[in-house]
């Protein structure tokens, strides 16, 4: 982090204010695109700062600015979540895990979960080395994604060991 943003940084620090009240200030500024999640309060800062820079100043009336029902958030952790728990809409039914039925949507083609199935299908199938070699990841994580694809009833995936001793997965 630069110095200047450093400073910056420090002039807009707020106590209190948590990630998730930065997220819900950026998501409320007008012609910003709306974010899921801001990765940490820095940022979020960052990105509220870059946002209101485009914005045009508007003339308020005095009477506007202050409010009769002006109440300050409460810093206690706790009293954050019970206010966010109480706003929630009631739950109506208890929520199960889906099972899956086989009748889910394939992956969007293009992503790494649709040519991994492209992989699958092939007629030489395929092993964890030529996952790892082609994405860069760990055995660990191309053994669960197969699994997921199988899970998911996106391809029905079967596992044997070749001449040589590795695994090769195919989907059937």
Known sequence: MSEQNAKRHNE???PGMSRDLCQELYNSIPGAPAVKRLRNRPYAI????AAMQGLEPKAVPPAELVSDNTEMPKTNKQSRSRARKAAAAPKTARLTRKVSSGHREPPKEGTRQATVIAMLQRKSGLTIGELQDKFGWK???CRGLIS???AKGWASVTSETN?????VY???
């Open 139 to 141: 055995s660990h994580t």
């Open 163 to 167: 001449k040589a001793g590795s695994r």
């Open 170 to 172: 195919r989907a059937s």
């Open 46 to 49: 960052e990105r509220i700062w």
């Open 12 to 14: 807009i620090r707020i």
């Open 148 to 150: 997921t694809i199988n």
